[in-house]
Structures are given as C-alpha cells and as structure tokens.
C-alpha cells in the first residue's frame, strides 16, 4: 500500500528512500508532474507541490498482470491478460495511493495550484482545478477509465527518450492533453454515477462472468434474461464502466489471450481458436490478423523463435 503525506508517495512503506538515488520526478508544470517507474521498487518520491495540496493522481499500469485463472483451462496457471488501465484518485494528506507500486507512469496535478495559476494554454477552456476535483471525488476512491485508446496514446509519450532535448516538452504537451481528456472523461464517469450501485455491480459481474469463460459466445439476450437487465440498459452502463462496446471489449480479450495461448502453450490453432470462442479457424486467423496484423501461425512462428513473448498491441 502507498500513502500520499506531505507531498511524499511512500511506495511500499519501508522507511526513508536512498537519499543518493531519488527515483526522478519530472516538474512539468507548476500544476503538473510526472514520475516514471524505474521497476526496482524504490520506496518514495516527493512531489514539487506545496504542502497540504489536493493531489489529483492518474496512473498508467501497462498490460503483463493477470487477472481471474480463465475457468476454459483450469490446469493453466496462466491466465488472461489485463489490458493496460488507467486510475484516477483525489489525494489529500494521509490517503492512500493503492496504485502507485503498480504503475509504469504516474501524472499528479496540484488541484490548489490548477486553480490558482492554470496553464496559459487551458484559457478559455472551463477546465478548473475545483472541476476536476468535483468530477473525481464522488463514488470509490479508483475510479477506472479503462484502456481508452486516447489515454494510451497520451501516457506513451512520457516514454520517450529522456536524454532526448525534446524530451520534457513533448511530456508538457502530453499533460496538457491528459488533463483535457480527464475533462472530456468527467462526463462520462456523471453519467455512470447516475445508475445504481446495484446496477454497477451487475455489470461487473456480467464482465467477469464473460471474461471468466472466454470459449463461450454470450449474446446480449442471454446475459439479460440472466441478470434481469434491459439490453439497452446493459449496453450504455457497459460503457460507461468500461469504456468501450461489449462487443469491442470481449474481441481485444479475446485475442490477447490467444495470442498468449499461442506462446504459451503447444496448442494447435483450432484449438486455440476453440478456448477463444471461434468455432471456425479461419474466421478465427482472419480476426486475429485484424487485431494483430499478423496470422495466428505466423505469430507464434515469429515470436517464438524470436525469443519475445510481446504481444504488438
């Protein structure tokens, strides 16, 4: 568990950081800040913001961590992979930053500074340090926005080259486009907090339970007559949660769990196709070469003999 205190994020809790080796935070704006994770778990970093700000926290956690074991092969260890997500969190002294350890790449943006001294370039714009606050504050503490291709492309920048001169203005250009994303986001998460709770869980529950059993094709029909949801209902609230269509959201699970099946294990391509929920190899190589680009032999022959078990997307 992390904990956000004084403008320090202490990352495991293990006392004080090796004040020789500061893990780097990068002052983008007097509002913004971005630090990348150097993966050896270092144990804080302090934040360039006044004491006492409200913090707004986005991290970006990368693909690779698994989730619940896929009930299609319960003798795999291995399970499906997560698609790259991205949390949103409103900090204040004391709260803790349960994100932090896991994330390639974290934005903090002072709320009190945003507010008092706004970057020149949100003129105009409406975007506020007491909007975002507002829009981020209510319902759980995390608030998934889902692996919107908009966001992955944003946090992709701050990886570019450091030694680069060009370096920290395309990671000013990329905050700045991150906090007019979180804007356009903040409507969307208003109107998910407008449906019930109960009607929130219920759609987790229909995520998992499809996630859960990929080689099975469930149609909306099916899982409304199931949880008693309307399909319209069922269809907007997925959205809203999710950030994408049923259907678009279950393909990309679907084909990153093939393509791991491919690496992973021996299993021919109809069987693959088949824990997938393709009934066809063709229809199945001819969905996987949309998504990846490549066919399903072609992949396992090229990244297995290349040594790289990375997914191209």
């Known amino acids: 568990m992390s904990e956000y205190k004084n403008n320090h994020i202490h990352k495991d809790g293990k006392g004080a950081p090796d004040a020789a080796k500061p893990p780097a935070v990068l002052s983008l ?3 913004a800040a971005l630090h990348i994770s150097d993966d050896k778990g270092g144990n804080e970093y302090s934040l360039p913001f006044c004491s006492g700000d409200t913090i707004l926290a986005v991290h970006y ?5 698994t989730g619940t074991k896929c009930a299609c092969c319960p003798a795999e260890k291995s399970s499906y992979p997560e698609p790259n997500i991205f949390t949103v969190q409103i900090l204040t002294g004391g709260s803790s930053d349960a994100a932090a350890h896991r994330a390639a790449a974290s934005v903090y943006i002072s709320l009190d500074e945003l507010e008092k001294n706004p970057p020149e370039l949100l003129d105009g714009t409406g975007i506020t340090g007491k909007t975002l606050h507002d829009s981020f504050s209510g319902g759980d ?3 998934s926005i889902g692996a919107e291709r908009r966001f992955e492309a944003v946090f992709e920048k ?3 080259d450091p030694s680069s001169p060009l370096h920290t203005a395309y990671c000013r250009i990329a905050a700045m486009e991150l906090i007019l994303l979180l804007y356009e986001t903040a409507s969307e998460c208003k109107k998910c907090k407008e449906y019930k709770n109960e009607q929130v869980q219920t759609i987790r529950a229909i995520h998992d339970r499809m996630l859960n059993d990929l080689s099975s094709r469930l149609t909306i029909d099916d899982l409304s007559r199931q949880y008693l949801m309307n399909p319209t209902t069922m269809k907007a609230l997925f959205k809203s949660v ?3 269509s049923i259907a678009s959201h279950m393909k990309e699970h679907r084909m990153k769990f093939a393509a791991k099946l491919l690496l992973d294990t021996d299993n021919s391509i109809m069987e693959v196709a088949s824990l ?3 009934d066809s190899q063709s229809k199945f190589a001819t969905a996987f070469k949309a998504f990846f680009g490549i066919l399903p032999n072609e992949y396992r022959r090229k990244f297995r003999s290349g040594g790289s078990s990375s997914a191209k997307k």
């Open 29 to 31: 704006f007097k509002c």
């Open 61 to 65: 956690i990368r693909s690779g961590r």
């Open 141 to 143: 503490i995390i608030s």
């Open 158 to 160: 701050f990886f570019t």
């Open 242 to 244: 999710y950030g994408d």
């Open 276 to 278: 997938v929920g393709y």
